[in-house]
């Protein structure tokens, strides 16, 4: 089945630095690669989503990247506020109803 | 409404107990799901529900019975848990397309003891 790799488990950055976020995953049918945040005692909320025929995705402040022939897909958050602090989720799947493989999490903690 | 619904919020319950847990969604989704979260991890998928019927079943304990009566609803009946089920269950749906972004509830924390 699918693995998902998600790199740091934990990431401090200061307020109105950059932060990134790292995944692999296994499977090369898999096609399509959401990102969740997950703030303490709430439910994970979509924040940005990328599909196998997109390279790159972008809303405001939040990017996405993906490298198919590495198997690779990262977020980027710009300009950190206080209120990025939480845990973030990178997933993959590739069957029709959405069966979704997570990776490990990364906590991140923006200092003001 | 952009929302999934979970009840209860919060349940405590005995080994012996029997107890269902409940997600409601009125977005016209047809895909519904039952994941188990532990603390510090990530979502664990448990079923999915397809057009009201089980197309997936991760290997979970016959403790756990999901059941779907109709395209809105969907239960997980819970009978002679075991201290390590105690989790956060996050119900989620999404369009049974492929690749359509799946809604999360707010999750039911359970604490068998």
């Known amino acids: 089945g699918e693995n998902v790799e998600q790199h740091p488990s934990t990431l401090s950055v200061q307020e109105g630095d950059s932060a990134v976020i790292k995944c692999t995953y296994s499977d090369s049918a898999s096609n399509y690669f959401p990102w969740y945040k997950q703030e303490l005692g709430k439910r994970p909320q979509l924040i940005i989503d990328i599909r196998s025929n997109v390279g790159e995705k972008k809303d405001q402040r939040i990017a996405v990247t993906l490298n198919k022939t590495a198997k690779h897909f990262s977020l980027h958050i710009t300009e950190t506020q206080p209120e990025d602090s939480a845990v973030y989720f990178c997933a993959a799947s590739k069957t029709a109803g959405n069966k979704l493989t997570f990776g490990g999490g990364t906590r991140v903690l923006v200092k003001p | 409404d952009t929302e999934v619904t979970q009840t209860p919020k919060h349940l405590v319950m005995g080994m012996t107990n029997k107890k269902s847990l409940k997600c409601e969604q009125h977005?016209?989704?047809?895909?519904m799901y039952w994941y188990k979260q532990k603390a510090k991890k990530p979502p664990e998928l448990m079923f999915v529900y397809s057009y009201e019927k089980l197309s997936i079943n991760e290997s979970v304990p016959s403790r756990f019975s999901p059941e779907c009566p109709n395209s809105s609803l969907l239960n997980l009946h819970l009978h002679a848990l075991q201290p390590e089920d105690s989790a956060l269950y996050l119900c989620?749906?999404?369009?049974?397309?492929?690749?359509?972004?799946?809604?999360f509830g707010q999750g039911t924390r359970l604490t068998v003891v």
């Open positions: 989620a749906s999404s369009l049974p397309e492929r690749n359509t972004e799946a809604f």
């Open positions: 977005m016209g989704h047809r895909a």
